[in-house]
């Protein structure tokens, strides 16, 4: 199986800060890398696939990058609406598999 | 509007059985493989169960193979996922997705349920 590792597993920003998550995969899953975002007691939202690919409606302060097995996630500056949980995922092989989450906190 | 509907979650002793349903909407819900994904309490994210467009086709997590069966009934745009044997541990909120469309079994999950909560205790 192929393990996800997301750093750091929380942090506190302000708004207008930029924020980096980022997420390690255990073997190369070339660009098969999706972040999503879920808010508590919400169902998670689709943010970028394929790496660095912005989904329809998300907006563009956010932003994907990397390749193989390192990966990031991106607010450039951030919002008040974007405290959540940010989760990767690699879509590369069966199991399908998560990292463990990024909580942003004020 | 593209809608995904979980339903069927409740309490249930351990060992008992359930059935979750996913109805869909807004889509042409025979053209896209969908999968099962749930959320233990204060966890994050596992992967249980895909089943391709057709319903021929289906993977599952090591979790829950040969316990959990998920399937499809395309004239009724519905999802399932048939839970048997079931422990503690599977005590998660379940949530239903959409595949984006591009592979399968290995793709993107690009519209979700709002989820079900499956509680197993005594």
């Known amino acids: 199986d192929i393990q996800m590792t997301q750093s750091p597993s929380s942090l506190s920003a302000s708004v207008g800060d930029r924020v980096t998550i980022t997420c390690r995969a255990s073997?190369?899953?070339?660009?098969?890398l999706n972040w999503y975002q879920q808010k508590p007691g919400k169902a998670p939202k689709l943010l970028i696939y394929?790496?660095?690919s912005l989904q329809s409606g998300v907006p563009s302060r956010f932003s994907g990058s990397g390749s193989e097995t390192d990966f990031t996630l991106t607010i450039s500056s951030l919002q008040p609406e974007d405290f959540a949980t940010y989760y990767c995922q690699q879509s590369y092989s069966t199991p399908l598999t998560f990292g463990g989450g990024t909580k942003v906190e004020i | 509007e593209v809608q995904l509907l979980e339903s069927g979650g409740g309490l249930v002793q351990p060992g008992g059985s359930l059935r979750l349903s996913c109805a869909a909407s807004g889509f042409t819900f025979s053209s896209y493989a969908m999968t099962w994904v749930r959320q233990a309490p204060g966890k994050g994210l596992e992967w249980v169960s895909a089943i391709s467009g057709s319903g021929g086709s289906t993977y599952y997590a090591d979790s829950v193979k040969g316990r959990f069966t998920t399937s499809r009934d395309n004239s009724k745009n519905t999802l399932f996922l048939q839970m048997n044997s079931l422990r503690a541990e599977d005590t998660a909120v379940y949530y239903c997705a959409k595949y984006q469309g591009g592979s399968y079994p290995a793709d993107t999950f690009d519209i979700w349920g709002q989820g079900t909560r499956v509680s197993v205790s005594s």
């Open positions: 394929g790496a660095s």
């Open positions: 073997q190369s899953i070339n660009n098969y």
